[in-house]
């Protein structure tokens, strides 16, 4: 399974049979300018949750609700994408070596027939963390995962000392 930090009502109650919603949908998908798509390999929604919850502490500036969606290995190969590591060394380490990058999205067509797979497969996992449940999260372990308390923000630091 592969995590993307995404936009949950892109995904949420959407129909492959909709061309409206595979291509709302298929905005997820559209990487940078000149980049990849980056997203994070995970074997479980418990550890899709937990990695989320790491992006948003050590990516993000501040708490925050984060949206992450899960789409499942069968749309990538459907589209014949196959993701490739590439662990990065700004990452803290529990996200470095789960992070790989899919090249051959930068063609909207291909980002269509992403989407309608992950939606024809029905098994799309979007959800939204609010930070209440991030800061849960990270008190219950997430912080304790290699580098992440050191790649913490600021604010995430600030809102975590106070919010104990």
């Keep these: 399974m592969w995590l993307r930090i995404g936009k949950r009502g892109r995904w949420k109650e959407r129909s492959a049979q909709s061309p409206d919603d595979v291509a709302e949908a298929s905005k ?24 989320a919850t790491a992006h948003a502490l050590t990516q993000k500036p501040g708490p925050a609700n984060i949206d992450a969606v899960v789409l499942p290995d069968q749309a990538l190969t459907t589209a014949g994408l196959e993701p490739i590591p590439v662990p990065m060394e700004e990452l803290p380490a529990y996200l ?10 930068e063609d909207p067509d291909v980002q269509r027939v992403v989407a309608e797979a992950a939606l024809n497969l029905g098994n799309v996992d979007a959800q939204r963390l609010p930070k209440g449940t991030l800061k849960e999260m990270a008190l219950n372990g997430v912080l304790e995962e290699e580098g992440v308390k050191a790649a913490i923000s600021t604010k995430w630091k600030e809102y975590l000392d106070k919010n104990q």
């Excluded at 990487?31 to 550890?47: A, G």
């Excluded at 470095?96 to 999205?105: M, V």
């Design 96 to 105: 470095s070596d789960r992070h790989y990058e899919i090249r051959g999205l």
């Design 28 to 51: 997820d998908l559209a990487p940078r300018e000149h980049e990849d798509l980056s997203v994070y390999k995970v074997d479980s929604l418990d550890e899709a949750t937990r990695v």
